[in-house]
């Protein structure tokens, strides 16, 4: 067993290794659960204002109860004699109040958000996939042995969804295909959204609409625009070219308009396209995003109005981007490019997760002094001092980011990068739990995977009342988003969700 040796077989030494281990005084730095001490240093910094005005209040409060009527009088009749001055100070207060009302920062709401889920007769269990790609003859025997070790190792299940146009032999890509393909997931998840919600097209005031690689003309909002016949002064966005982190690109753009924009709705989908996408070459590095990639969307409906507070899931506390593009290794780690034989596809390095995870640092920098409790602060700042002091001796004090958020919903871009972020940030399993399930489920949706996540966490009836989610993405250029929001009550899952039909069977174990 771990801690001692007194277990060793066959050796009479060591049982006296035992009794001697246990007349000694318990080692409390292993025996005390130190979180627990943490937690209460925690209560304490975060609450030491309020602890130290407790006493002041019960001060002025005992010491008015000892005024008498005379005093009383005393003090009005100083205030008649200063009478210019209390209405001056008054005056400033009121004008002061006044201009911090009109010029705050508006609440951004989350009042729902749907998650496309594709028919059955799209999914593409691995046998059907593998077997699919060797009949289309476009790929050698070692490119299929590749696809079939990434597969095992990729964390996604036998229910993932590709598009129709790919479940031909052989396969048949088309620019119709794709935009039948995009109109599928776009209106199936603003239809569901738009019944949900009780909210008229007409209503809309900005639409924003994020795509990587597939951007036709007319764009895929104007496509939106058209089908539901929105009003002809909308604000409309098609975000293109910025990967699985442009959900929160979108949001964000979504967010600084409706500060502008007084009492309006934004909606924002997020999706990729397959059906024009697909690798059909040999090159290693490109055929990964055939093995992950899947179908997927989403659509948020967003609002700043005071009366949608009520019936709103969420609201929107911060986001915070990051872009490394200036560096060149970052900014080429995953790019769109053709092969020695012309045929087009998108790259990953091999670099990609050292990128990613200097992208997160330096996101999780930024965002840390606005979320994370004071005495996080305080020790991470006392770890800097004492390195600085004692060079090497002294090891980084990682913050503890569960102190600062109760739901983690990491982008699902493989195995390897909920990993990752679960050691480096050293979180639970509960805590990736479901981004590993979407993940299994769903594959890489891309930029809408981060709403699969939250959907599952409301599914399992996980979300209450003030609780914080973290949304982290990651994506090409090379961006780290970050997006943090509050649950304004315990939030169910809306009607026709995600796992609607498949939630009482997961969490499942995911082979290594």
């Not at 490394?324 to 490019?337: I, N, P, R, T």
Request: hydrophobic letters at 40%; one cysteine or more.
């Amino acid at each position: 067993m771990d801690g001692g040796g007194e277990y060793t077989s066959g050796s009479g030494g060591a049982v006296g290794v035992q009794i001697q281990h246990s007349r000694r005084l318990p080692d409390f730095l292993q025996s005390v659960k130190l979180k627990y001490v943490k937690l209460g240093y925690h209560y304490l910094v975060s609450h030491l204002i309020t602890l130290c005005l407790v006493p002041i209040m019960l001060i002025i409060i005992v010491e008015a109860s000892q005024k008498n009527p005379d005093d009383i009088r005393q003090l009005w009749f100083h205030l008649q004699y200063n009478l210019v001055s209390f209405i001056i100070c008054s005056a400033f207060l009121v004008f002061g109040s006044t201009v911090y009302i009109m010029t705050r920062p508006r609440p951004v709401y989350l009042v729902d958000y749907s998650c496309y889920r594709a028919p059955e007769n799209l999914k593409a269990p691995f046998s059907r996939f593998m077997e699919h790609s060797r009949l289309t003859e476009d790929f050698d025997d070692s490119s299929l042995e590749f696809q079939r070790k990434i597969l095992e190792r990729s964390g996604l299940g036998d229910e993932t969804y590709v598009p129709e146009a790919m479940h031909f032999i052989p396969p048949r890509p088309s620019m119709q295909a794709a935009r039948e393909e995009a109109q599928q997931v776009m209106f199936g998840a603003l239809d569901n959204l738009f019944v949900n919600t009780n909210v008229k097209p007409k209503d809309i005031g900005i639409l924003v609409v994020n795509c990587s690689l597939f951007n036709p003309t007319p764009s895929l909002s104007a496509m939106i625009v058209n089908k539901y016949k929105l009003r002809g002064n909308i604000l409309s966005f098609n975000l293109g070219g910025m990967g699985c982190s442009a959900g929160v690109i979108a949001v964000d753009l979504a967010k600084d308009l409706l500060q502008v924009h007084r009492n309006t709705c934004a909606v924002v989908v997020s999706t990729e396209n397959i059906t024009q996408n697909w690798y059909f070459g040999n090159k290693k590095s490109m055929l990964i995003p055939n093995c992950l990639f899947r179908l997927g969307g989403s659509a948020l409906l967003l609002s700043n109005k005071s009366t949608d507070r009520r019936r709103a899931k969420y609201k929107l506390v911060h986001v915070v981007r990051t872009h490394k593009g200036a560096d060149d290794k970052a900014f080429q780690c995953v790019y769109q490019e053709q092969d020695n034989a012309g045929k087009t596809g998108v790259s990953l390095s091999k670099d990609l997760m050292a990128i990613a995870g200097g992208a997160l640092k330096t996101n999780i920098t930024t965002l840390g002094p606005i979320v994370l409790p004071v005495s996080e602060q305080l020790l991470f700042f006392a770890s800097l001092v004492l390195k600085k002091l004692f060079k090497k001796n002294v090891k980084p004090y990682i913050p503890d980011f569960k102190l600062a958020f109760d739901h983690f919903c990491i982008h699902a871009g493989g195995r390897a990068v909920i990993d990752e972020l679960e050691k480096n940030l050293q979180l639970l399993p509960v805590h990736v739990e479901a981004s590993r399930m979407t993940l299994h489920r769903f594959g890489n949706t891309s930029s809408s995977s981060i709403w699969y996540e939250l959907a599952y966490t409301e599914a399992k009836g996980r979300m209450g009342r003030g609780h914080r989610v973290w949304q982290i993405a990651f994506g090409s250029g090379f961006k780290c988003n970050s997006a943090v929001w509050e649950a304004l009550h315990n939030v169910k899952p809306s009607r026709n969700g995600p796992w609607e039909d498949c939630i009482d069977r997961y969490p499942v174990q995911v082979v290594s």
